[in-house]
């Protein structure tokens, strides 16, 4: 059993797992981080920005986690355990030749439709006339200025998929539900769990009857809308792979939450904008939910909120359909019937509006002071490029991170001089170092295979040893293009025996408790699956009149002999000797045993510990007996 | 021999009341808890007695599952639960579980409140029931406990309809309760995998009709009620609150739309709006078209239905009202019956099944002359159509989901006797299978035959595997030898060599030698050879060597030559062999005793 590790971003990762004959792609993250290197992609033409000298971007790229570590058309499914993990997957089962099937639960499909939709349509709306790529060749990086120069492995960076691409790998993905049990090849049964992270987000576990990995990624015990972490089920691990954890150890989401609102309330009041730089599907519904309680208390019912996307509807509506998905509270809320979030009334009472862009209706119905959420959180594309154009020379205006993907000095950094306020409170509800600990004590996997990133504090907080993981045995670290080899040993598969030959078995109890029979079966493979059934009867030899030579046709081979087990007691062995009239018996102790000269029959039968030896010529009969006389007293394996 | 019991406590050869007992692998499990609708009595219920006189029914009953919310599925839950007293689980979707207490509690109220019977079950009662419900996920494999689990399928139906299949061990049995094979306007089709259950329990409500498409059902129905409208007439369509009233919505809104009609459509009791926000929040469970295109135009948003009053019913002019109950036997639906039943001009539609000693029942079959309550009689003078829209499967859909599942047996429940006699030779004709149509406490019996699942040592597999080569030969199967270990629970099937290190056993070697006296005037080389010649001669296909040591090695077995001290013409055989060659050990010194032939060299 490997490991293949083809992605190095804890958060963002991409692995497959070659285990019984099945080759299992887990997730397929894009770390989009590389844009960062990229100058903004303005809605509106920026003179400022057209007017920096040098090196001016034309690519709209992402970096893409694959290396030819192994052939992307020989992979035979791709689990995904949450819409952020999913983002690459056009690359991957879009002209590599790949045929197998994706899976998925139904929010995570319908929400990461939702986030590559945007992702597309940021880049589209704003066509480049040209494009560079001659700068990719290593020479030419070489001489270019600041981090690009230190890149790794641009050539990798590659162009934002199409709506056509995303479609076409899309309609690869077959729906699961969590505890769904898939059989794969009838080798090995994949079953989602949930992780509890966001709606429809879910860990795998991978087994067979005798096996079973788990696979850990982007797990969360806070509670928040989905439906909370399913630990149990995760029990028994011969191995967990673990990914996902917070980027945020030091933040905690509540005081974040907190802060959010009170940084949000004080501009507001002091008659400026909030600019929440988001994606457009999970902690956004916990802000809202949080706003919703907030407002009135803080006086808000008057400020405009915003939500601007062109998928802004779609994900407020999907999040209202998934009840199956939420936390029991929600659920409960659906019973009534009432919308699970309470953003429906946010709508509904004009408090919250959505516009897919900036253009069209919004651009009328405007009204300052207001609170915007829109994407992308790179602050390089999307409408909130926009908003930082128009909004970073006040400083009464306030940009709040809560996004924990990118480094918001780094977002920030092309906007420089900036007057506006910058507000840093990342939300990171996946499991923390103390977390993951305590639930790995819980589940008590037998080895746990982890990014390396893991196994030390981080380098800006090197005296932090809480924040790493320290596991008796060690965790097995992995790195980008690492291949592990997984401490396995398969030792037993399931096979089934077919009622016939069931019936047909005779055990004997050999210890207390423990029984064994002698098992002759023909063996049937079938679809990974194995059965045995009863030996077939050879059909009768036609009897030959013609010659009576029976006794010179040799043996057929059908059932070898037992081995026999066990030890023949000298005392008891003579009595029955003597039962069955044999009674001259000379014994005679040697080095290992005894030997038992028969005399009037001229045999010698030498017993020892474990090895019983009959020396007996020319009667058949004799010898016969005396082999039933011995095996009487041996036990049959 | 493991056996497996069916037993219909309700819905045996019977529409209403479904409720049926299933034993399996040492599990109980009640599938179904439903009231009838055409009694009043104690028949209205299922006769729980059946499984303990006295008591309570945790003690008797592993799990309950309930398949959809109507109430012939349903309408017993808080009696059997509270009343008789059932704490276990009780399992349905999440649909079902959010519709189940509203319909329970319009039962209640119209039984206790408008009828004024007692000794019923209360609002609190529905409510702690309700509490002991766990939810199902279509698909989740749910583990109710070690040995027992569930799965539930799509049955499309109602909104939150499912099949569910139980398994124990490598036992299973698939329950449909109400199921649809066609998509509607609003829901999609029923659907299972190839689960082979041992047997199917099936829904057979028409067993007998193969319907025409449903275009043409909706054309007709959309002609009558267009031509009743124009004509100045009222129209009734008695509905459940919930499915088929949508479905109609949602064909009616489509076609006053685009026909531009004017007249009014009411939908009585306020369960509308709400049957209808449900639907919008569980559209997951609705079909492929209503879900793709939610988010731009929900359809369960209607512009021309409207809310009903009571006072409307007198209202001058033509109109279309959605009444509930469906089957005319009590409520809303009945009173603007009454109204409207002496004008010839009028119409009632009724879309579904009605059961026996109901007024809809009745009307169905043509009586013109309704008894009513205290001796008055009502004249039925308006039209009155029927119209199949209930999302039951036909004869077809039925054969359609057989061939899905692959049952071993077939049982047929929640059905007219007679239709299903026709079906039960159907299905047994086609599908060569047995198919049973127990009535109301009869019990069906089958007997599987699991096969027994083992461990396998994977040396011993993989090396039979290698030796078995790629293809099986079907005229030579190669036999594998292995030895079972039994212990506590665990079956593990290894080499002989291995169990006997596993069970830390020493091997008993049990070896036979015998001197076999030869008359053959040869040097002893050369009788060695011959022997070795003649061996070969007889025994076609075993190893023999010739070995340098100047023995000769039949697999293994040795045989050594020497001469006779007094006569060098008599040559004695040493014929060595283990107790695993017994046979061929046995057949050789017999063989060999005969003395060579002489035609060897």
């Known amino acids: ?637 | 021999m493991p056996e497996i019991k069916v037993t219909p406590l309700g819905a045996g050869q019977d529409v209403g009341r479904s409720c049926i007992l299933v034993s399996i692998g040492g599990k109980n499990i009640m599938l179904d808890c439903g009231m009838h609708m055409g009694y009043n009595d104690d028949r209205r219920f299922p006769d729980f007695s059946y499984i303990t006189q006295n008591g309570r029914l945790t003690d008797f009953l592993d799990c309950l599952i309930i398949s959809h919310f109507h109430l012939d599925h349903c309408g017993a839950l808080p009696y059997m639960s509270e009343m008789v007293g059932y704490d276990g689980p009780i399992y349905m979707t999440h649909p079902t579980k959010a519709i189940c207490p509203i319909l329970l509690e319009d039962f209640r109220k119209i039984t206790v409140d408008k009828k004024g019977e007692t000794n019923f079950f209360t609002s609190q009662m529905i409510k702690d029931c309700m509490k002991k419900v766990i939810p199902l996920n279509l698909h989740q494999t749910v583990q109710v406990d070690d040995e027992l689990e569930i799965k539930a399928y799509y049955a499309g139906h109602v909104l939150g309809a499912a099949m569910v299949h139980i398994k124990v061990g490598s036992e299973s049995v698939v329950y449909t309760g109400d199921y649809n094979m066609t998509p509607d306007r609003h829901l999609g089709a029923a659907w299972i995998d190839k689960c082979r259950p041992d047997i199917l329990i099936s829904e057979s409500t028409y067993a007998t009709t193969i319907r025409d498409s449903k275009r043409c059902r909706e054309r007709d129905f959309l002609k009558k009620v267009h031509e009743s409208i124009e004509r100045g007439g009222k129209v009734l369509i008695p509905v459940f609150a919930l499915g088929r009233a949508q479905e109609l919505c949602i064909l009616l809104e489509t076609f006053w739309e685009r026909m531009n009609l004017k007249a009014p459509i009411y939908f009585s009791t306020g369960l509308t709006e709400k049957a209808n926000h449900y639907y919008k929040l569980f559209i997951t469970w609705t079909n492929q078209k209503i879900r793709k295109t939610f988010v731009q135009r929900n359809m369960f948003e209607f512009k021309h239905i409207k809310a009903f009053d009571r006072s409307y019913a007198d209202n001058p002019g033509p109109m279309v009202v959605f009444a509930t109950p469906g089957m005319l036997h009590a409520g809303q639906s009945l009173q603007i019956f009454k109204k409207w039943a002496g004008n010839e001009k009028n119409m009632v539609i009724m879309p579904g099944y009605c059961v026996q000693g109901t007024i809809g029942h009745k009307i169905l079959n043509g009586q013109r002359k309704l008894e009513m309550e205290g001796r008055a009689t009502l004249d039925v003078k308006l039209q009155v159509e029927y119209m199949s829209f209930s999302a039951h499967a036909d004869a077809k859909g039925i054969m359609q989901l057989i061939r899905m599942a692959e049952p071993r047996n077939m049982v047929l429940v929640h059905g007219e006797a007679v239709k299903m006699e026709f079906l039960k030779g159907k299905i047994e004709q086609e599908f060569s299978i047995d198919c049973y149509m127990p009535a109301n406490g009869e019990t069906v019996t089958v007997t599987t035959n699991p096969s027994v699942p083992v461990d396998i040592s994977l040396n011993l597999l993989k090396r039979e595997m290698a030796l078995g080569g790629p293809l099986p030969d079907p005229k030579k199967p190669r036999t594998m030898h292995g030895t079972l270990i039994m212990k506590e629970n665990s079956l593990k099937l290894v080499s002989s060599e291995q169990a006997l290190k596993e069970l830390g056993l020493n091997e008993h070697q049990l070896r036979f030698t015998c001197r076999v006296q030869l008359q053959d005037p040869h040097s002893d080389p050369d009788t060695l050879h011959r022997i070795y010649t003649h061996l070969k001669s007889v025994l076609k296909g075993y190893t023999i060597q010739h070995l340098p040591d100047g023995t000769v090695m039949v697999e293994s077995i040795v045989i050594k030559v020497s001469s006779s001290a007094e006569d060098p013409n008599t040559k004695v055989l040493l014929l060595s062999w283990s107790y695993q060659d017994e046979d061929l050990g046995s057949f050789l010194s017999t063989l060999l005793k005969k003395g060579l032939p002489s035609g060897l060299c």
Request: a neutral charge; charged letters at 20%.
């Open chain 1, 1 to 637: 059993m490997k490991l293949y590790c083809l992605s190095g971003h804890p958060t963002l990762p991409c692995n497959v797992l070659k285990f019984k004959s099945t080759t299992i792609m887990l997730d397929c993250g894009l770390d989009t981080t590389s844009v960062l290197n990229f100058l903004p992609l303005p809605l509106v033409h920026s003179s400022r920005l057209s007017k920096l000298p040098g090196w001016v971007s034309k690519d709209g790229t992402v970096n893409l986690e694959k290396r030819e570590l192994l052939d992307l058309s020989t992979i035979d499914v791709i689990l995904i355990s949450n819409y952020h993990c999913m983002m690459a997957l056009p690359y991957i089962t879009e002209h590599t030749g790949f045929t197998g099937t994706v899976y998925a639960t139904e929010p995570t499909l319908q929400i990461g439709r939702l986030l590559m939709e945007e992702l597309v349509n940021f880049m589209e709306r704003v066509p480049k006339a040209q494009s560079a790529t001659c700068w990719k060749n290593k020479e030419i990086q070489r001489m270019l200025p600041g981090p690009l120069k230190d890149a790794v492995d641009v050539w990798t960076w590659k162009r934002s998929y199409s709506m056509q691409e995303v479609n076409s790998a899309l309609s690869k993905v077959q729906l699961v539900g969590y505890s769904q049990k898939v059989e794969l090849f009838g080798a090995v049964q994949i079953s989602p769990l949930s992780s509890g992270y966001s709606l429809g987000s879910s860990n795998w576990i991978i087994q067979s009857h005798h096996e079973k990995v788990s696979y850990v990624s982007g797990s969360s015990l806070l509670t928040t809308h989905p439906q909370p972490m399913d630990q149990s089920s995760l029990k028994n691990s011969d191995v967990l792979i673990l990914t996902g954890l917070t980027q945020m150890p030091t933040a905690n989401p509540d005081g974040m939450l907190g802060e959010f609102c009170s940084n949000l309330a004080m501009t507001i009041r002091a008659g400026g904008n909030v600019l929440v730089p988001c994606y457009s599907s999970g902690v956004i519904y916990d802000l809202l939910e949080c706003l919703y309680q907030f407002i009135e208390s803080a006086s808000l019912g008057t400020t405009p909120f915003y939500f601007i996307s062109p998928v802004a509807n779609s994900s407020l509506e999907f999040s209202q359909i998934f009840a199956e998905w939420l936390c029991h509270n929600k659920q409960t809320k659906v019973y009534l019937p009432e919308p699970p979030f309470p953003h429906a009334e946010l709508i509904q009472t004009n408090k919250l509006k959505h516009y897919p862009s900036i253009h069209g209706d919004f651009s009328s119905e405007f009204r300052q002071p207001c609170v915007v959420f829109t994407g992308h959180p790179s602050l390089r594309f999307g409408d909130v490029v926009h908003f930082m154009e128009l909004w970073g020379k006040s400083s009464l205006n306030t940009i709040i991170f809560t996004e924990p993907d990118f480094s918001y000095l780094d977002a920030l950094a092309p906007y420089q001089p900036l007057a506006m306020k910058c507000v840093y409170c990342p939300i990171d509800t996946r499991l923390n170092f103390h977390q993951v600990s305590k639930l790995l004590k819980e589940v008590q996997p037998l080895h746990v295979v982890c990014p390396e990133q893991y196994t030390q504090p981080p380098l800006t907080q090197a005296h932090r040893s809480d924040l790493m993981l320290e596991l008796q045995p060690p965790p097995m670290p992995y790195r980008r293009c690492s291949v592990l080899n997984l401490p396995f040993r398969r030792r037993y598969e399931r096979v089934y025996i077919l009622p016939e030959l069931a019936n047909s078995l005779v055990p004997s109890e050999i210890k207390p408790g423990i029984s064994v029979a002698t098992v002759s079966a023909v063996l049937h493979s079938k679809d990974n699956k194995h059965t045995l059934q009863s030996v077939p009867k050879p059909p009768p030899v036609p009897p030959s009149k013609k010659r009576k030579r029976v006794i010179e046709e040799p043996p057929v081979v059908l059932a070898p002999k037992p081995l026999l087990s066990g030890a023949v007691p000298l005392e008891a062995f003579l009595a029955t000797l003597q039962k069955h009239g044999i009674t001259e018996v000379k014994v005679e102790e040697t080095a290992d045993g005894h030997i038992l000269h028969l005399q009037a029959e001229d045999t010698l039968i030498q017993l020892e510990e474990d090895g019983t030896h009959i020396v007996c010529d020319n009667n058949e009969p004799l010898r016969t007996t005396l082999r039933d006389l011995v095996l009487r007293f041996l036990q049959k394996l």
